[in-house]
Every structure is written in structure tokens, then in C-alpha cells.
């Protein structure tokens, strides 16, 4: 049986604005009424303090984090009183609650949301933590880490056209508002393409809605740029794993996201950007740049991908297997367990990455750059200015020479620090590190020949300048000394410890 969805009723959907907004019932407004425990608490899925403080609350807000986030009963007297211009029977004919005896229930999941003084509202299906149960298999997600996680990495630029592919409730889009003219949103699911169309209503959003798998819904169509949260989560398709629309694209093992990465670029304007999660699976005997690079060959786009997790297979599927609501020790959880485990065997498969996609079309003919970095350590929360600063690095480095490089009077920004780590009694360090204080926090090891061209970085002596110097100094092979600070200087440059002037 087809689960409901709300209705689009733009009448209607202007007075449930109006009366959230009045209602207070914002990120702000709900932290306000539940404080900093409860609300913590919730993050962690347990709704139990929440409970306790909104229904000791009579405040319109209290009523409506009741009612859409913990899923519980209430007075229908209450509900009058939080929506005073929707009424409880514009409610019902939006599809958002259900009168069951003296009491409403909601059908589905409503909270404020904010980024960047941006305000909005997103409904979703209930979680798990409101209804108790575990989702069924056409569940749509509201916003979860792996989204923000995507949000704050994507470029925000100004664009002309951008595509949200596997949108769900459509949080990308939303994100995408301020700053691109025409948004498409695509989804296979036809229930989260409604509430896709509902939150895009709720926000006074304009979308350009499109059902299909994948790119069919945009083929022979390009853009600046692609986001993407696409449904990556490996599956083992043997029966005994659901196969949740919301994370399942369809395919075997890491399959989705390469066919993703091979055939994105011909859906990018020159110059056009493309950014998705993944996971990617690593057989015995193989790394995982093998395995991303395979995908990347003749895709005709710059590759910039971070990988930020690791995982073995057992721990995979006991995160996937706890996700949509089924809990350890159960049968249902011991058989996905295990069906996790037969799938990954069957490839040899030892670990199993997770990190952020880039790709990039080039403006310009010439070859591709593929950078894979493994960067698992902690980052700020807003990283997209940082993708941003580190593509252009990239692509400058690509369109440039090794003379180009050479002749640029580089500086060292000021969030990088030198570390030098000298043991007890030596006088000479054993190990020095150039650190960067901000963006994905590199750490280079230097050499005593990259760590005199760093002090020396101020944005008025070019490397071929110094090269000479250093050489002569430490009596060492110019040639040899010019390779060794060329190679850093690319290295320290693509992630902006070092800036050109
Ligand atoms: C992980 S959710 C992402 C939702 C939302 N964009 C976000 O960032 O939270 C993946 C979405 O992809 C959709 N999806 C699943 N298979 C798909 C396919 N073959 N083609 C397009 N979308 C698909 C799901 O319905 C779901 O909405």
C-alpha cells in the first residue's frame, strides 16, 4: 500500500507558514523551549526529555515540536491554539494530521531548519524516534548528517543552473536558493518528489520537478552544478536486507556512485562543477585510489575526492543494519548482519571508504587532474569555501607550468604554523611539519630544504629566487633543490598554505 504524502494547496500551505513563523517555531524558538539538554538529548534519538519539557509547555511551539517531531498525541483544542489561521482542518486537507478521537496525530515529520541566516521548514516522514517502529522501505528521510555533511562542503557560488539529483525532502535545493537562478530536483522516489514539491511550496521555492533514476531525467541537459546525496549505501541484494528507496540506489556494491562519477561530466558546463557523497568498496590485494581512479578513467573531469571514513565490513553493516529502526540482538538485525557480511565477502571486499566527490569540468582543453587525498581528521563545519579556494588552486595548478610555478612569488598564509620536533639532547630536529590551522587541516613534513623556502614565503621572493639561495647555503644540487621545493610548493599550494600574491 502507497504511504500518504502531503498535498500541495498554495492557499493552504501560506497559512501553515504564517503560522510557524508566529508560532516562533524556528531552530532558535525550539531550542528556546527545550532547552539545551532535551535538545541534545534528541539529537541522540532519545526523545524521553523532550517529552517531558514540551508537555509541561502550553506554548504554540511546544504543541507543534509535540505534535510533528515526537510524533505524540494531542489535545485538538492545542493544535487550534499553535495553527490559528490553517485551523486543524486545513491540517487535515494538507494531509499533515489525522484526528484520532479527542486527539490529532501527525502523519509526518515538520521542523524549522536554518543555515547561513536562511530559515526554512522541511517535512519528512516521521523517524523511527517518533513512531517507534523501524521505516518501511518507501520511508523519506528528513535531514540527517550525510545531508549537512554535503551542504557544507558544496561550492556556494553564484551559478545560472544547478541540479539536486536523489533529492528526497529536498534540502539540497533549498541550500542551492540563494545562490543559483534555475533548480532541477530529481528523485526516482514519486513520494519524496511530493514532498519535494510540498517543502519547495512551504519556502516559496520555484523547482523544476523530475521523476526518473540517476541522470535519465536530465539527459542531453548540462549545468554549473550538480549536488548530489545520491542513495550509496552498499546492499546486499540476497532478500534479507530492505532495500530503503532512501539509501539503495539499485545497483551491487559501489556501482551507483561510480556510474555517477563516469557519467556526470557530460551533464557539466565547462567549468561546471559536480559534488556527491560516496562510498566505495576495497577488495583484498587493492587500495582505495585504485578503486576511485578506475572510476575516473576517460570521464573527462577533474577529480578531487577526500575520503573521510573508513570502515571494515562488520562495522558497516552493523551501522547500516541499526539504520531505518531495527535494533542489536534481534533476529531481523543478526540476518542483515550476516547478509552484509556474505555480500562484502563475495567481492573480497576488506573496507569500505566514505568521502566527498568533486569533479570538475575543464574550460579549457587539456588533462585532467585526479587528486585522492585521505583526510579523516576533523574539519570546520562550513567547508565550501575551502572546496572552493582548493578547486581554483587545483585547476591554476593544472593550467600552469612548472616555470609558472616557479616564477610566482607565493606566500604562506598565516594559519600555518611549523612544528619542529627535536629529541631530548639532539640539536637538530628529527621531524618538522608545516600545519595548516583552518580548511581540511593538512599537515606537510618538511625537509630542511621546504622549510627554508617556507620561512622565506612572503609573497616577494619567487621559489626559482630562493632555490638558488638554498642551494648555496646548504651546498646542495640546485637542480635536485628546485625539484624538491617545486613538488611542496604544488603540494602546500593546492590546499592554500601557500597563496599567490
Ligand atoms: C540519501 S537520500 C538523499 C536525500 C537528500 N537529497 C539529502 O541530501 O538528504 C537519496 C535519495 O535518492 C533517491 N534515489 C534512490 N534511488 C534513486 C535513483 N536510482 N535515482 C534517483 N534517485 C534515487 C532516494 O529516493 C532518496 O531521496
Redesign the pocket.
Known amino acids: 500500500m502507497t504511504a500518504p504524502v502531503p498535498h500541495v494547496d498554495e492557499g493552504l500551505v501560506a497559512r501553515l507558514r504564517a503560522d510557524l513563523a508566529a508560532a516562533d517555531f524556528t531552530v532558535t524558538g525550539v531550542l528556546e523551549v527545550l532547552g539545551p539538554l532535551a535538545s541534545a538529548a534528541l539529537g541522540r534519538e532519545q526523545p524521553l526529555p523532550a517529552r517531558r519539557v514540551a508537555g509541561a509547555s502550553t506554548s504554540p511551539a511546544a504543541t507543534l515540536i509535540r505534535l510533528f517531531t515526537l510524533g505524540d498525541p494531542v489535545d485538538a483544542a492545542d493544535v487550534e491554539r499553535a495553527l490559528p489561521t490553517l485551523r486543524l482542518r486545513g491540517a487535515v486537507e494538507l494531509g499533515l494530521v489525522t484526528e484520532e478521537g479527542d486527539g490529532v496525530v501527525a502523519r509526518f515529520d515538520v521542523r524549522p531548519y536554518a543555515s547561513d541566516e536562511r530559515h526554512w521548514w522541511v517535512a519528512s516522514d516521521l523517524a523511527e524516534v517518533a513512531t517507534g517502529s523501524p521505516v518501511r522501505e518507501d520511508h523519506?528521510?528528513g535531514?540527517?548528517g550525510?545531508?549537512t555533511t554535503?551542504?557544507q562542503w558544496t561550492i556556494r557560488r553564484p551559478v545560472h543552473r544547478a541540479l539536486?539529483?536523489?533529492?528526497?525532502?529536498?534540502?539540497?535545493a533549498l541550500h542551492l536558493g540563494p545562490h543559483v537562478d534555475d533548480i532541477v530536483v530529481?528523485?526516482?522516489?514519486e513520494r519524496?518528489l511530493a514532498f519535494a514539491r510540498f517543502n519547495a511550496a512551504l519556502n516559496e521555492c520555484e523547482w523544476d520537478v523530475r521523476s526518473?533514476?540517476?541522470l535519465e531525467p536530465v539527459a542531453g541537459q548540462r549545468f554549473d552544478l550538480v549536488v548530489?546525496?545520491?542513495?550509496?549505501v552498499i546492499t546486499p541484494r540476497s532478500g534479507e536486507v530492505p532495500l530503503f528507496?532512501?539509501?539503495?540506489?539499485?545497483a551491487a556494491g559501489d556501482a551507483?556512485v561510480a556510474g555517477l562519477v563516469r557519467s556526470v561530466g557530460e551533464h557539466l558546463e565547462p567549468g561546471g562543477v559536480a559534488q556527491f557523497l560516496g562510498n566505495w568498496e576495497v577488495s583484498q590485494g587493492s587500495t582505495w585510489t585504485e578503486r576511485v581512479g578506475s572510476w575516473l578513467d576517460g570521464a573527462g573531469v577533474d577529480a578531487w575526492v577526500v575520503q573521510r571514513e573508513v570502515q571494515d565490513p562488520a562495522e558497516y553493516a552493523e551501522t547500516w543494519s541499526r539504520d531505518g529502526g531495527h535494533h542489536a540482538g534481534t533476529a531481523d538485525f543478526d540476518a542483515m548482519y550476516a547478509a552484509w557480511l556474505d555480500d562484502f565477502a563475495s567481492r573480497d571486499v576488506e573496507s569500505i571508504g566514505f568521502g566527498v566527490i568533486t569533479l570538475h569540468r575543464p574550460s579549457t582543453e587539456r588533462e585532467t587532474f585526479v587528486d585522492l587525498m585521505d583526510e579523516r581528521g576533523p574539519v570546520p563545519p562550513a567547508m565550501g569555501e575551502t572546496v572552493r579556494v582548493g578547486l581554483e588552486a587545483r585547476v591554476w595548478l593544472a593550467e600552469h607550468s612548472d616555470d609558472d610555478v616557479l616564477d610566482e612569488a607565493w606566500r604562506a598564509t598565516p594559519d600555518v604554523t611549523e612544528e619542529r620536533h627535536t629529541l631530548p639532547g639532539a640539536s637538530d630536529p628529527s621531524v618538522i611539519v608545516a600545519r595548516q590551522g583552518s580548511g581540511l587541516g593538512r599537515v606537510i613534513q618538511l625537509t630542511t630544504v621546504t622549510a627554508a623556502y617556507l620561512s622565506v614565503a612572503d609573497g616577494e621572493l619567487t621559489p626559482r629566487q630562493a632555490v638558488g639561495a638554498i642551494a648555496g647555503i646548504l651546498d646542495l644540487d640546485p637542480a635536485e633543490t628546485e625539484r624538491e621545493v617545486l613538488a611542496f610548493v604544488r603540494d602546500a599550494a593546492k590546499d592554500g598554505l601557500l597563496v599567490r600574491p
Open positions: 523519506v528521510l535531514i540527517g550525510a545531508s554535503l551542504a539536486d539529483l536523489g533529492t528526497g525532502c529536498g534540502v539540497q530529481t528523485d526516482l522516489s519524496a526518473g533514476s540517476m548530489s546525496n545520491p542513495p550509496f528507496e532512501y539509501r539503495d540506489g539499485g551507483v
